[in-house]
């Protein structure tokens, strides 16, 4: 039989689970939505006991067709956020998730007394109203019964672990968002404090490498899974760097952008870097002295989701409509802010909206659907931008890598090489390597991503288009910095309604 390894990644909308081959042929594959809980005007939560239903079933699906024996499992998963149990490891409410607005209050203080500069010179990331500390202070003050219930605050990929194996563990990856150091590997109790957020620091579990077996399946979760009692379960890490190494990027300057529900871009790091200050994030990743600086923008295809569905067409539709609309889409531009939370990268700003600039009676569906396509790629753009060193290559995934205009549209928005590897369900494939790694199939990181990664297409920067969209670019980001004082009205003048 062929020896197979499963990658979990536990997506905001949908959890994903992978049988792979060693040579990173995907067996199987089979995914459930884990529903979103949205209990008011920008909270955002989710059941953590049908999270782990879900996922069990996907798991369980996957065993079932999967023609080979599971030699470990991987974990990866959505970051940020807040997912609490109790000492008898029960959720002891909905997790609060990264994409959550309750605590942008906070943020916008933190901002003018001093606390987020020096948060950031300390961590490498720009605090967020869907982090872990922000939510935590909230829940303390507008839930003080569950905090006082709480003994273990995890990540969402740490409380899928948990099930699989009794064990409480965190990586790197994830602790790097909470007080976790990447410089030096310490964690920085002090800063909770500042934040308001006492309590959270004992709260975190036990910190396992990447690549470490920090548990593994137990009789109760052989039994809703039907995987076999003992498959060694590794620690994992956050999705985007699973993504990163899923895609192929894996060595310090390579450049990854998942194009999926938020728009992540990012480079790997030898050594912590923290610059640009005051944004994005700088995550140690617990794998081969590695580090990961992402910039990661809250909302990438439900924009043209949004789209779709308000315009009235069908994605392939959209595509075509999108292309006869001319570069620059006749003056019509687009900033891609959709999440309630705001926006966070390049820059934070949790009471940043999308908008349509330029509209006139001459615009139609057309127009607006191109300035969509380019605004999301522009972001991206921007956000590059803000990464270490120069982009001039970027590994391209995610569900909006499958759009032949969206990567044509990176290439000249970036004026860089795109190339989209082969497959699908990256997250789940590089955090498939890490459990690979854990039980010694291959060499090092390196020896994995070159026998399981290949490109399927690539697409080059337009010249006459590139030096269209720098000229574009400049526009979409001056206007951008021009709205950061009228959002900050807006919710001044909206609070009072």
Do not use: K
């Given at each position: 039989m062929t020896e197979a390894i499963i990658g979990i990644d536990a997506g905001t909308s949908t959890i994903k689970v992978v049988a792979f081959t060693l040579d990173g042929d995907q067996l199987v594959r089979r995914t459930r939505p884990t529903p979103v809980v949205r209990p008011g005007q920008g909270l955002v939560e989710q059941d953590m006991a049908v999270t782990w239903e879900r996922t069990a079933a996907a798991i369980s699906d996957v065993v079932a067709v999967a023609d080979g024996d599971v030699a470990a499992v991987g974990v990866t998963g959505q970051g940020g956020g807040c997912w609490l149990v109790d000492a008898d490891g029960d959720p002891v409410r909905n997790a609060v998730l990264w994409s959550d607005g309750r605590a942008a209050d906070y943020v916008d203080e933190w901002r003018t007394d001093g606390t987020y500069d020096a948060v950031f010179d300390t961590f490498g990331y720009g605090l967020f109203p869907g982090?872990?500390?922000?939510?935590?202070?909230?829940?303390?003050?507008?839930?003080?019964d569950a905090v006082d219930r709480t003994t273990t605050a995890f990540a969402c990929k740490d409380w899928l672990k948990f099930r699989l194996t009794g064990e409480r563990t965190t990586d790197p990856s994830d602790a790097s968002l909470m007080h976790y150091r990447p410089a030096d590997g310490e964690f920085d109790a002090a800063v909770v404090e500042r934040l308001g957020a006492g309590g959270l620091a004992e709260r975190i579990?036990?910190?396992a490498r990447g690549t470490d077996v920090?548990?593994?399946?137990?009789?109760?979760?052989?039994?809703?899974?039907?995987?076999?009692?003992?498959?060694?379960?590794?620690?994992?890490?956050?999705?985007?760097?699973?993504?990163?190494?899923?895609?192929?990027?894996?060595?310090?300057?390579?450049?990854?952008?998942?194009?999926?529900?938020?728009?992540?871009?990012?480079?790997?790091?030898?050594?912590?870097?923290?610059?640009?200050p005051?944004?994005?994030?700088?995550?140690?990743?617990?794998?081969?002295?590695?580090?990961?600086?992402?910039?990661?923008?809250?909302?990438?295809?439900p924009n043209l989701d949004w789209a779709t569905e308000t315009l009235g067409v069908d994605v392939d539709r959209a595509e075509t409509m999108a292309r006869a609309a001319p570069v620059g889409a006749d003056g019509v531009a687009y900033h891609p802010y959709l999440s309630a939370a705001g926006e966070k990268a390049p820059f934070v700003a949790p009471g940043a909206r999308a908008q349509?600039?330029?509209?006139?009676?001459?615009?139609?569906?057309?127009?607006?659907?191109?300035?969509?396509?380019?605004g999301v790629a522009l972001a991206a753009r921007d956000c590059c931008a803000a990464l270490p060193g120069d982009v001039d290559r970027l590994s391209l995934s995610g569900g909006g890598a499958?759009?032949?205009?969206?990567?044509?549209?990176?290439?000249?928005?970036?004026?860089?090489?795109?190339?989209?590897?082969?497959?699908?369900?990256?997250?789940?494939?590089?955090?498939?390597?890490?459990?690979?790694l854990a039980t010694d199939a291959y060499d090092d990181l390196t020896d994995a991503i070159d026998r399981t990664t290949r490109v399927k297409r690539s697409y080059e920067p337009r010249p006459v288009s590139a030096t269209k969209y720098d000229r574009w670019f400049e526009f979409y980001r001056e206007s951008r910095e021009a709205m950061v004082e009228v959002w900050k009205r807006r919710r001044r003048a909206l609070a009072t309604l």
């Open positions: 982090m872990a500390l922000p939510i935590f202070r909230w829940l303390r003050e507008e839930a003080p579990p036990e910190l920090v548990g593994r399946v137990t009789e109760s979760a052989a039994a809703a899974t039907d995987l076999p009692a003992g498959t060694p379960v590794i620690s994992g890490v956050m999705d985007v760097a699973a993504a990163a190494f899923g895609s192929g990027a894996a060595t310090p300057g390579s450049n990854s952008v998942v194009l999926g529900t938020t728009l992540q871009c990012q480079t790997v790091l030898a050594e912590p870097v923290f610059e640009p005051r944004a994005g994030y700088t995550l140690a990743l617990g794998v081969e002295g590695l580090g990961l600086r992402a910039m990661g923008a809250m909302a990438g295809t349509f600039t330029g509209l006139t009676p001459e615009h139609g569906r057309e127009h607006l659907l191109r300035a969509v396509y380019e499958r759009s032949e205009l969206w990567c044509q549209l990176f290439a000249d928005c970036l004026d860089a090489t795109v190339a989209v590897p082969a497959g699908e369900e990256f997250g789940a494939r590089g955090v498939a390597l890490l459990a690979g």
